[in-house]
């Protein structure tokens, strides 16, 4: 998902800098007050009937939806049904899955029958006529109608987005991370149970298209002027990746890409009035975008579904395998460069950053959105491995030194788990900064190329937690990492390199939040060659000839850390 921060530096109180005081005197650390003043987030019912894994929602796992909606573009409203194709986990008589409550559910049909349901917030709970048993095969189907949400800011807020094309025509999109997809449609709305494979209909007003996941079936006139669109999925799904967008598009097509397992089709679909932009933009940008892609995290994970861009009335999502497009065909963030250094200039952002999210984000997806970062940190980094493969590691290093501009430190990266929420947005440039300086530390350029391939191999297609893919980590790099992670992901305050330079010594230690934090840095003498050093939370001495309070130097360009010399 794009991301812009905008940073303003904090003003305190009084009563702060007087409660800082009085943390000083009791000889408290920074990353103990910043915890004490951490104020406690209030969730409620509805957060956890959205985030958590229930008996109501984990009795079944997710095999097949067929998702059939007709789009009445002038009352900005949707009807039609969901079918729900299952395998019981355990036994149970009654299950769960979502759907806002300002839509509603017309009914909900089993083998012929309508089944009682109740709803609670945008829950819908549904109870069978008979008990389904373990390992039991079984459908329902939910038939729903109304006004979903529109987005007033996509794709920051969920919802549809309703706009016009240059010929005053409608052009309407879906965006809901986050918020979740049961926005606009009845769905098992938790990351952790991605469908296998899925058929997606959409119906929409003669002179219209839709453009959706995966690869279109069949195109059918309907009665009232409509004209129905099936695109089928053939590869696991979130939800929230599922889309819909309706335009007057057109069509063409990028060729083919020889990939790691090729051919891959790429297919572009666009409103006429950006045509000829379009296909300028998408060819400087796509190719190579992939070879980076494939380069560093693997093949490309969906290549059964292909790789769409569509032009969307909003900035960009990674909706898989149809990745919407909304930078107005500039290079930068709509024409910016989020680093300042000039790099992020001489490609199109949107379309690197969201088409990285296609392994990370879409091919690896979190099973709680608390651990996003997997989605965003990994997905901010691709973008400087993609400078490093059109432009050097230098320039890669520059980039992501320029992605701290837009860090705050302000709250842990991973966000409370079972409520729906994320972390702090600093899981974008953190998070990157974060897996840099891991590759630093670790010295092994390839090593960690594996490492990063491996990830897209290892989890290929599932769902995941911080603490699998930590310790995949871990284990592929043959070090202990889980308190380097950690401190970056569930503390604010930056690991602090600690040197004191005293009785003809150097002593150096780590100021961290994690007792256990350990991590090998480059230090030298200034003008000299790097050489690592290794350290815990408590002062040992090192040995770098000819180094002195005067002379030291730490390197910060590649390390994002904080630096005490006493």
């Known amino acids: 998902m794009p991301f812009f921060a905008k940073y303003s530096p904090p003003v305190f109180p009084v009563r702060f800098l007087l409660l800082l005081f009085l943390v000083s005197l009791l000889g408290l650390s920074r990353p103990t007050l910043g915890q004490l003043l951490q104020p406690k987030a209030a969730f409620s019912r509805p957060d956890s009937l959205r985030g958590a894994l229930t008996p109501l929602r984990t009795c079944y796992n997710i095999n097949y939806y067929h998702l059939d909606v007709k789009l009445d573009v002038a009352k900005k ?20 899955f979502d759907l806002f409550a300002n839509l509603k559910v017309e009914k909900v049909a089993y083998e012929g029958q309508e089944m009682p349901f109740t709803r609670e917030a945008n829950a819908v709970f549904v109870t069978f006529p008979q008990p389904i048993r373990k390992g039991q095969r079984a459908a329902f189907t939910v038939f729903y109608s109304g006004q979903p949400t529109v987005a007033e800011n996509a794709p920051w807020d969920g919802g549809l987005i309703f706009a016009q094309d240059a010929k005053g025509k409608p052009w309407v999109a879906t965006a809901c991370q986050g918020v979740g997809a049961s926005i606009w449609w009845p769905t098992k709305d938790h990351q952790a149970d991605e469908v296998d494979s899925m058929l997606i209909s959409i119906s929409v007003p003669k002179g219209l298209k839709d453009v959706s996941n995966g690869r279109l079936r069949k195109t059918t006139p309907l009665k009232g002027g409509y004209t ?32 790691e397992k090729g051919p891959l089709t790429l297919d572009y679909w666009v409103l006429p009035e950006n045509l000829t932009k379009a296909k300028k933009q998408f060819a400087d940008n796509v190719v190579p975008m992939l070879k980076s892609m494939e380069y560093w995290f693997g093949p490309y994970p969906f290549y059964q579904d292909g790789y769409k861009l569509v ?38 952002f949107i379309i690197i950053h969201e088409s990285g999210h296609e ?41 992501i030194h320029g992605q701290r501009r837009n860090i705050r430190n302000d709250e842990p990266i991973i966000g409370p788990y079972g409520v729906n929420k994320e972390g702090s947005s600093d899981m974008y440039d953190k998070g990157s900064n974060m897996l840099n300086t891991i590759r630093t530390s670790l010295n092994d350029d390839e090593k960690w190329r594996q490492i990063l391939r491996g990830l897209g191999s290892t989890f290929y297609h599932q769902t995941v937690t911080t603490e699998q893919v930590v310790a995949y980590i871990n284990q592929q790099s043959g070090h202990n990492l889980t308190a380097v992670f950690n401190q970056y992901l ?76 006493e």
């Open 77 to 96: 409203a949707l009807s039609g049904s969901n079918e729900f194709q299952f395998t019981a986990t355990q036994d149970f008589t009654r299950l769960q």
């Open 228 to 259: 129905r669109y099936d695109w089928f999925v053939s590869n696991p799904i979130n939800n929230y990746d599922v889309a819909m967008n309706v335009g007057d598009y057109q069509h063409f097509s990028g060729g083919t890409y020889a990939g």
């Open 311 to 348: 032009d969307a009335p909003h900035l960009g999502m990674e909706h898989q395998s149809a990745v919407a497009y909304g930078n107005k065909y500039l290079n930068g963030y709509l024409g910016k460069d989020r680093s300042g250094t000039g790099w992020g200039l001489k490609w199109d």
């Open 359 to 399: 392994w990370f984000g879409n091919n690896i997806t979190s099973k709680d959105i608390a651990d996003m970062w997997i989605h965003e940190a990994f997905t901010t980094y691709s973008e400087a491995l993609f400078v490093e493969s059109q432009f050097g590691k230098d320039a890669a290093q520059a980039y």
């Open 490 to 565: 569930r503390h604010t305050a930056l690991p602090t390199l600690e040197l004191r330079f005293e009785q003809g010594r150097t002593l150096a230690r780590w100021i961290a939040d994690e007792p256990a934090f350990d991590l090998p840095v480059r230090v030298r003498v200034k003008g000299g060659s790097y050489q690592f050093i290794k350290s815990t939370t408590t002062f040992q001495a090192i040995e770098v000839p000819g180094l002195a309070k005067e002379n030291v130097e730490v390197d910060t360009l590649n390390y994002y850390i904080g630096v005490l010399v």
